[in-house]
């Protein structure tokens, strides 16, 4: 049975592509048949990293068969993984999140979690000397997710490693990390053909803080102009997608990559509190609020949020 490589719901670039790279390595350094899935639509940067690099989208599943064996990458986090995870055989869980809790194996595995900005910078140093065997394609994609986690180097969650990992790979596919990113940013501000939910749950995590339960939705851009002028219409869309999610409310940061800062949007009351006492600021009768130098949810965002 081949061993399900995959990442969190609502994939993003490093949950995208560093199940391709490890179930590559699987399969041509430790003969481990695997294969790459996805547990829903790439977005649209994504998208693009399979189209630049010519990788095939995995397919994608909803659900793991119980005794499934399974490698699981970029979280660890049950309420971001299929219902009835714990029923499957995991083998190994490589991510660079806080542990959560709450997964289950039926025996000893191998756990990385390492402080380092990108799922597939871990998976580079796991490698070691076989690193150098990956085809292009596949350097290509790791290059990709590296830059998507540390917005071109610019989030607080970047290393020496990260960058020196990313930088040796562009020296060897010859690529200009600014133009490269520069492109990556831009398929990422594309949104126009997604609706108002798709938005809100396309770059989102779960999180619990005073007895409140969230849906914590990031959006990445090169043009936050673009999404600020589907406010109206985002606001009023989250009600709606708080109660499909069994969750309080949405909390939305529009990041803006270029300008390093995030507009939180503020429809009510409650979302008014958890801007105020999580980033130190005062929203007044505004339903935005800018927040300078808030790039990153792992070490910004959630971490900070309070009610």
């Known amino acids: 049975m081949n061993t399900l490589v995959f990442g969190h719901k609502s994939p993003d670039t490093d949950s995208t592509g560093s199940p391709i790279i490890w179930a590559w390595y699987l399969n041509n350094v430790t003969d481990c048949e695997a294969e790459p899935v996805l547990l829903g639509e790439p977005n649209t940067e994504a998208a693009f990293m399979l189209d630049r690099w010519n990788l095939p989208k995995p397919r994608i599943i909803d659900s793991v068969a119980a005794g499934t064996p399974v490698v699981i990458v970029d979280t660890n986090n ?3 993984l299929p219902e009835g995870i714990n029923d499957a055989d995991i083998k190994a869980i490589i991510d660079h999140h806080k542990l959560v809790g709450g997964l289950e194996t039926k025996g000893p595995i191998t756990i990385t979690i390492r402080p380092l900005a990108c799922t597939a910078t871990i998976m580079y140093k796991a490698m070691g000397p076989d690193a150098a065997r ?38 060897e596919l010859g690529i200009d990390i600014p133009s490269y990113a520069a492109e990556m940013f831009a398929a990422k501000s594309d949104v126009s053909e997604f609706s108002d939910a798709e938005l809100l749950r396309m770059d989102s995590k779960e999180y619990e803080v005073g007895g409140k339960s969230f849906r914590v939705s990031v ?10 002028a589907r406010k109206a219409s985002l606001m009023a869309s989250m009600p709606a997608v708080a ?6 409310q949405v909390l939305l940061f529009i990041v803006d990559i270029l300008r390093e800062q995030s507009t939180m ?18 929203c007044g009768d505004s339903d935005t609020v800018v927040l300078p130098g808030v790039v990153s949810r792992k070490k910004q965002i959630i971490p900070n949020l309070a009610l």
């Open 265 to 282: 949007l503020i429809p009510n009351e409650l979302t008014r509190q958890v801007a105020e006492k999580s980033f130190a600021t005062v």
């Open 243 to 248: 109660a499909e999610d069994g969750v309080d």
């Open 134 to 171: 990956m085809p292009e394609a596949i350097k290509g994609a790791m290059l990709s997710c590296i830059l998507s986690d540390t917005l071109e180097f610019r989030s607080p969650t970047t290393t020496d490693t990260d960058r020196a990992v990313a930088e040796k790979l562009a020296e």
């Open 78 to 80: 049950p309420a971001e």
């Open 219 to 228: 959006l990445e851009t090169t043009s936050p102009e673009t999404v600020l």
